[in-house]
């Protein structure tokens, strides 16, 4: 499923659907504070019920959009195209520090270690052979180790951030 | 008079050694965030944000507002080079820009866009230091009626505006946006609202941490997914630099339209840089005598573009400082730096903070300055920028991205939040929903349901004033004029009463 084609636009149509839904019952449900007597036209799930009503409404226009519309469809506008496995380690491993390194290890090492994967995952294959790939790392491991002590520095003793 | 002493008033101020120091370094950095395609002057600006708490508000402001005019301006370093625009704003500069590089223009080309953005800019501080007290006063008539209708109004022009071939995303994204801003404190009754458990969500989705995921770690991703991109053969050549007076002289009506059409799109909530240089860019086309130059290296057309662009960011600041309403996207983050260090931007800002309005067109001017001074005297070297492997700045910028946002509140959490923006940014671009309207509606969420609350308590349930009101009624008006006409069916109507009254004759001249 391509992230332009009109399966995703049903597909995230009956996820706007249910998220409006959702949104409009718990605005309607949320507490109306009665107990301390405010003006009924000032309730807290006033705008939510709106907001939730008016996200259905944009999913069925997206829903009737793509009526007749099938993913083998091609328009004439160039689609820009990307390297997914590239995106997916950035992604993965971008989350795996933020969310699995950052406040379990010093925000220095995880950096580090961080900058250095990264980094060196990109470079290993196109650096060639073992001699120039081993300069490469080395490289790589002085730039990360140099640009992680840099930020934690600039944070800590610059900003007087207690890092994570 | 008084606007211009005032004015003069405000250089003076900004002429310390600390101050222009602050000036120099900040406006390169902006070049350069802005010059690396990936690296967006809303990212340059929001990362930025988190490093000047220390700083006291002159001189944080200052480096902000430095940070966004160098980072518009770098954009079309990449996009005159590699045709890839370093930030969305330079789009419209990469079809007659890197043309101009392959014929072997590339320094010449640059130094027509620092012309062109200098004086955009320089447009747009005039217009910005007329312009803003005059858009304060009418907004002190603003009460929570109007509040409503301008908030509502902000979110369906920029949905409408970004949201390219489908309005109707721009508006999805949009209402996204506010629906974030329903989550935690409610800003009447101080009610939590869909908290979902999270003691953190309590106080709501903060915009820093939101602002860096969807335009940081987003734009990392987006960069690891693209292509490598390539430098232009040409892109060293000994050609000149500094642009010809004539030139600048051949298209000064070009300058002055751009420069004004920029300004007033900056004007328009949360509509941004990038429309600007496109309608100035479609604008200069149409009135041209060298169109059929356009998209095969046009100078007029570089400079219209590059004139627009630049002309958005003092645009983009006169609602964000009367009306506490971003005219973009990196405004939205200034809005939120502002509150940060102590300016409270709305209607009231001409009485609490008379003089602050024109501190700002102060900072610009120092900013167009040293952009100037930079663009002439270092084209070369900011190539050898470019050169940069993405492979080594991604993930400095992540890491920064990461610290970033933590260094505001000290919460993990925060981090957390940023995760999911970039990730949720990512899929979301990927499926040509604009990021504009989503930020807009973070910032906006909180105005809109005060005012409607408050408006509907003040009327007693009526909403006869949301209507009847003129202010109110004038922005009913243009609200639903612009959904309607948004709408396919009524666009192509209007396409065929267009076509009926000027037969297809009489118009090839303007179409082509």
Request: glycine share 10%.
């Amino acid at each position: 499923m391509q992230p332009e084609s009109p399966t995703a636009d049903r597909v995230t149509a009956a996820v706007l659907l249910l998220l409006g839904g959702a949104m409009c019952w718990g605005g309607f449900v949320m507490d109306r504070l009665e107990i301390r007597q405010i003006h009924p036209a000032s309730i807290p799930g006033l705008l939510p019920i709106f907001l939730g009503f008016f996200l259905m409404i944009c999913a069925i226009f997206l829903a009737l959009g793509t009526r007749g519309k099938t993913s083998s469809e091609t328009d004439d506008t160039p689609k820009e195209t990307g390297n997914w496995s590239d995106f997916a380690f950035a992604a993965v491993w971008s989350c795996l520090f933020a969310v699995g390194m950052v406040s379990r290890i010093p925000f220095v090492v995880a950096s580090a270690i961080y900058i250095l994967v990264f980094t060196g995952w990109y470079l290993w294959k196109p650096s060639g052979e073992d001699g120039k790939r081993l300069r490469m790392m080395l490289l790589v491991t002085l730039y990360a180790v140099l640009v992680a002590i840099g930020i934690s520095v600039l944070f800590r003793y610059g900003f007087l951030v207690r890092l994570p | 008079m008084e606007a211009l002493s005032q004015f003069f008033a405000a250089i003076v101020h900004f002429t310390t050694p600390l101050l222009l120091f602050h000036v120099a370094w900040s406006t390169l950095l902006g070049i350069l965030v802005g010059s690396l395609p990936g690296l967006t002057a809303t990212m340059g600006v929001a990362l930025l944000t988190t490093l000047t708490y220390t700083l006291d508000k002159d001189a944080a402001i200052l480096v902000l507002i430095c940070m966004y005019v160098g980072a518009i301006y770098g954009g079309s370093r990449s996009a005159i080079l590699l045709n890839i625009p370093g930030t969305p704003a330079s789009a419209a500069t990469s079809l007659d820009g890197f043309p101009l590089a392959q014929k072997g223009q590339a320094g010449y080309a640059m130094g027509l866009a620092t012309a062109g953005s200098a004086m955009g800019t320089l447009v747009g501080i005039v217009l910005l230091v007329l312009l803003a007290p005059a858009l304060a006063a009418v907004a002190l008539d603003f009460g929570s009626f109007e509040f409503f209708w301008l908030a509502v109004f902000g979110i369906v022009i920029s949905g409408q505006l970004t949201g390219g071939v489908s309005p109707l995303k721009g508006y999805i994204a949009g209402i996204l946006g506010l629906m974030v801003a329903m989550i935690g404190s409610e800003g009447i009754h101080a009610h939590i609202r869909f908290n979902l458990g999270f003691s953190e969500l309590n106080g709501g989705i903060a915009l820093i941490p939101a602002m860096v995921g969807a335009f940081g770690f987003a734009e990392v991703l987006s960069v690891m997914w693209r292509k490598k991109s390539v430098l232009s053969a040409k892109e060293l050549s000994e050609d000149r630099i500094l642009p010809k007076l004539a030139d600048l002289w051949k298209y000064k009506r070009t300058i002055a339209r751009s420069g004004i059409i920029g300004t007033l799109v900056g004007i328009i909530p949360g509509v941004g840089e990038d429309i600007g240089a496109w309608a100035s860019y479609a604008a200069a086309k149409r009135s041209s005598k060298e169109r059929d130059e356009f998209g095969k290296g046009s100078k007029e057309g570089l400079t219209a573009a590059e004139t627009g662009n630049s002309a958005v960011v003092p645009g983009a600041l006169i609602p964000a400082l009367t009306l506490a309403v971003p005219g973009s996207a990196p405004a939205a983050v200034l809005i939120a730096a502002l509150f940060i260090h102590g300016v409270r931007p709305g209607p009231m800002i001409m009485i609490e903070q008379p003089d602050f309005i024109y501190s700002v067109a102060a900072m610009l001017f120092f900013a167009t300055l040293a952009i100037t001074i930079y663009g002439l005297s270092l084209t070369r070297i900011f190539i050898l920028v470019l050169r940069i492997p993405r492979e080594f700045l991604m993930p400095v910028v992540f890491t920064l991205c990461v610290i970033g946002p933590y260094a505001l509140t000290q919460r993990v959490f925060d981090i957390w939040v940023m995760v999911g923006f970039g990730l949720v940014g990512f899929v979301l671009r990927k499926m040509n929903y604009p990021m504009a309207p989503l930020v807009l509606g973070i910032i906006l969420g909180s105005l809109l349901d005060k005012s409607l609350r408050r408006g509907l308590t003040l009327s007693n349930g009526s909403l006869e004033p949301f209507f009847m009101r003129p202010i109110s009624a004038m922005f009913v008006v243009v609200i639903v004029l612009s959904i309607i006409l948004s709408l396919p069916a009524v666009q192509k109507a209007v396409a065929r009463w267009i076509d009926r009254l000027m037969p297809a004759g009489k118009r090839t001249g303007e179409d082509q």
